[in-house]
């Protein structure tokens, strides 16, 4: 386990530009951090309960990046509400201390950082807006 909060698997996710997309205005919903100035865009959709075309926007650090990408990439072509219910699940715990599943092990070192969890959070409010208006 590497203990450095910018480790080279968390960059990784931070650069994975997979389902990063150019999501113009009006586009998908946004959600914004008013404590750090993040600020998570995400568009797709429901379709016969499978997430389809997730793709994201992010203006935020790292850890944010990285959060929206590993959370696009798991939810891309599978079960919506069971697949963000495993993530949601997965980083809640990694985020306690414990052990999670890849890519969700790369932000176990900000268990120790409490004022950056919401950074890792965000994309997760993102998708249940999104979700909650399909």
Partial sequence: ?????????LMALAKDRTHA????????????????GDRVT?????????????????????????????????LDGKPAAATLAEA?????SVLAGGCAPAPWDAFAPVARHKSRHD???LAFSAVKTLF???
């Fill in 1 to 9: 386990m590497n203990d450095a909060l910018y480790h080279d698997a």
């Fill in 42 to 74: 995400l568009d797709g959709k429901i379709e016969n309960g499978i997430a389809r075309d997730i793709r994201h926007k992010v203006r935020g650090c790292a850890l944010c990046q990285a959060s929206a990408a590993a959370l696009a990439r798991v």
């Fill in 119 to 121: 950074c890792v959070k």
């Fill in 132 to 134: 909650s208006g399909t």
């Fill in 21 to 36: 997309a150019a999501l113009p205005p009006g586009t998908g919903v946004t959600v914004d951090n008013p404590l750090c």
């Fill in 88 to 92: 949601q699940a997965a980083v809640e």
